[in-house]
């Protein structure tokens, strides 16, 4: 059986090996290639998951569909196609993350009102306020701000493993409809 991989567009790429430059045809993975929103969420069901420290949509793959190459499809659910940008953090990850970005991860990064809306002008006026904040408005530092972002990440749809075959065979499809 051959992988979604196989039926990419192939490009003859430079590769260093041993201070020589040899080349190589590899599959170009950065064809865009996309179904519509509408095609999978007619056609399918999800399950929701959220993913765990250090899992990445390979593993989730692996757990869900026992091939880590499905890791498109998980992707493709979740509209996803940046690994490094577009999965959450582990912890170790996250703590360093918010030590180079901010001098002082406790530090306010906005404040947001009780209904959780940014509030732009917390006080009318230019004097020193200190530790007291207007009632109903709610300071949110670096780090809450940034640990929002990296759990949000952490709550994903999972193409259910029964039709996982269906969106496999859409997409081998789509690479060949252009052949």
């Known amino acids: 059986m051959s992988t979604i991989f196989e039926l990419y567009p192939t490009l003859y790429y430079p590769l260093d090996v041993n201070g020589k430059t040899v080349y190589k045809n590899v599959s170009d993975i950065t064809s865009n290639i996309r179904l519509t929103q509408k095609t999978i969420d007619t056609a399918l069901n999800y399950d929701q998951r959220v993913l765990g420290d250090g899992e990445t949509f390979d593993i989730t793959a692996n757990e869900v569909y026992e091939d880590p190459q499905n890791h498109i499809l998980v992707m493709l659910a979740n509209d996803r196609f940046d690994w490094r940008n577009d999965t959450p953090l582990s912890s170790v990850e996250f703590q360093s993350m918010i030590n180079e970005k901010y ?32 009632q109903n408005i709610i300071p949110i530092t670096n780090y809450e701000y940034e640990t929002r972002i990296n759990e949000a990440k952490r709550h994903i749809k999972v193409i259910k493993q029964e039709y996982s075959s269906v969106v496999n065979k859409l997409l081998k499809d789509k690479l060949t409809e252009n052949e």
């Open 103 to 134: 001098s002082d991860p406790y530090g306010i990064h906005h404040y947001e009102d009780v209904d959780g809306n940014t509030v732009d002008n917390v006080w009318d006026d230019d004097a020193d306020h200190e530790f007291a904040y207007p």
